[in-house]
């Protein structure tokens, strides 16, 4: 929508230009019980009063999104593509909320990804300061923002996501230190109703361990890495007190060790009479509080998109429970106003990468549909209308990738989203953009393999294995496009674009070809030495034979533990399961040695690290896309090819020495799908439930059978 369309007559306005959280009031005449409706959308965040009562408990909205047109030739990483732009805003019955005669509407606001002018790691990346545009409907007559909204600049010293506040509660403004706001000219952008699920506190921590003294400082452990903010107490009116958040520390006077000091915190100056300090629009990635003054806190609020989780897995296998439950974990901590994030602190930003990896096992996992579809826009938006290039990060903030384990999410998020929820549209929307996307790896290649990228920016292949990167980024981006070739044959097929599909084959042949003759090597019958898990990709991409096949094989078994990066850590799962290696996929999966996800919980972690070594964030989500296979291969609950939306369920455990108890389900869009076996000698025992009308076939062992809710089968198998 645009403008009018959106708010009527409505103004944007602002404070003044400077101001980083104004906070408005409109005083409007209404009567009790009429029916009345707010659209509202403040940038960066706002919060939402009417009458002293906070209208709703949505927080750090709206969605964050690609806002509007700026100057991206000063970004770390130049950029001059053309995109598209989109700002969401949120709309609220507050029927409820009225009094007879006058009401009284409060707004403040944040800067949140909006009037990002701090954190400079990827340049300018502001779109502008806060501003607001809202208009009230309802029967008695309707009222908008304009100049008669009364304003102040609030009492924030300091309001940005990456730095934290800064609130002096003393300076909180008289209602007769408002002054009329300033009209402003509405942002260029089109306007759409918010459709991620927002923010939310999703839980409390009242068990925080208090740690000792340190430097005129108290030290606390909350006792797991989480997101959100801590809620403090302070009884001394005008005393300034600091929260700094940590996730790791080595000892108390190296707090934050991992990151850049005096960023990750809020700074208060208590007036007195307040309860509760706590920040209003920011988050933190933490697990430590250092204190620096007379406060203490009561508890931390944990807060992220509200996708509840619709999944469950156990077994007898502690590093497997481990994956799983902190998989959930660290992918939540990453889920914020409608942004699946790489990290949850130090950059906070949607990578196209880390979010095309992770997207199908989050969606197995959570109620994330509607998270999903809000980012799909994202990607589509940062798609540069020209030359079809995709965003490392969506919304564009900036930062390094590569074309096809990045800006591959343009074909891998729509097509998992299909799997996933039957919904052609997505595809028949995307395949334009796909096959422009293609165009553009056309246009980066040389000697038929993706070679380049953007001149000044990165061109990544995969990224951090446990050794420096030596796999070539062309061996790995032309994998990848392979495999991107081949869903969009299949895309093709679904949405009746038949004529397509040769021409898309053809080009997949080409680029194996250009890989084989470039990087394959008979002698070896490995692709660059099998380095960083390089034939692991081809295989994948299904351009490897089965010498290679073998090869990969006998080296894992005898290593028995990783060497790849988060792209070849996916592929080498995905192709042993495929293969039949289950039990081999599940040792890699589940192995003791320094290489693995055993490493990370005996060195106790609580969220997954972004190094195997843990030596930088440790809230990354992007190793933790293996998890999918807990479900698909390990319970095998899947659906036929020719399926989305599990419309036809297949369970086909891989039943391995190493696990004879596993138990867990999955909710589809046609209902709840569980599986639970439990082994004697050979004999094993399958229940199975699906909530499901479609037919649910039982492949496994050379017995077949298919039925539809409630089945128990009790087979012998020969592992």
Sequence with gaps: ????????????????????????????????????EITICGLGFFELEINGRRVGNDLLVPAASNYSRRDMSKWSYPLFDKMSFRTYVMQYNITDYLIDGENRLKVMLGTGYYHQNMRQAEGNVDYGTPKLCYIIRKSSGNVISDSSTLCHKGYFLRNNLYFGEFQDLTAVPKENEFRESR???????DFYYNIAPSDKITETIENIRFMGEYGG??????????????????????????????EEIGGAENFGIHFSRDRFKDDFISDGITAEYSSKFSWQGFRYLKVTGDAEPVRVEVI????????????????????????????????????????PHRERLGYTGDGQLCCEAAMLTLDSRSFYRKWLYDILDCQCKESGHIQHTAPAMGGGGGPCGWGGAVVEVPYVYYKMYGDTDVLREFYPAILKFFDYLDSRSDFGLVSREEPGGWCLG???????????????????????????????????????????????????????????????????????????????????GEDVAEKVIAKYKALGQFDTGIIATEALIGFLFSAGESQLAVDLLANDKDVSFSHMRKSGATTLWENWNGQSSRNHPMFGAVTKYLFKEILGIKQSDDSAGYKKIIIAPAFVKSINYAKGHITTEQGVIAVEYRKAGKSVTVNINSESPAEVTFVCAGYTETFTGEKEITLEIDE
């Design 304 to 343: 992220h998109s509200d996708c509840p989780v619709t999944s469950s897995f156990e077994c007898d296998n502690e590093n497997l429970n481990w994956l799983y439950n902190t998989f959930i974990h660290t992918q939540l901590c990453n889920m914020h106003s409608g942004v699946p994030s790489d990290c």
């Design 217 to 246: 400082s108290k030290f606390y452990d909350i006792g797991i890495n989480t997101v959100g903010r801590a809620v403090m107490k302070c009884n001394v009116p005008g005393c300034r007190f600091t929260v700094d958040y940590a």
């Design 1 to 36: 929508m645009n403008q009018k369309e959106m708010f009527d007559n409505a103004c944007w306005i602002d404070c003044e230009s400077g101001d980083i959280a104004p906070i408005f009031i409109k005083r409007f005449n209404a009567e009790k019980g009429e029916k009345a």
């Design 183 to 189: 009209e402003i000219p509405a942002p260029e952008t």
């Design 462 to 544: 995969d990224w951090l294995p446990p050794t420096p990167i030596q796999v070539p980024e062309s061996l790995v981006n032309s994998c990848l496009y392979v495999g991107f070739l081949k869903k969009a044959a299949e895309i093709a097929r679904i949405i009746g674009k038949s004529e397509d599909i040769p021409g898309l084959l053809e080009k997949a042949e080409k680029v194996s070809a250009a890989v084989n003759a470039a990087y394959y090597s008979f002698q070896q019958r490995a692709y660059c030495g099998d380095i960083n898990g390089a034939s692991s990709l081809a295989l994948a991409a299904g351009i490897a």
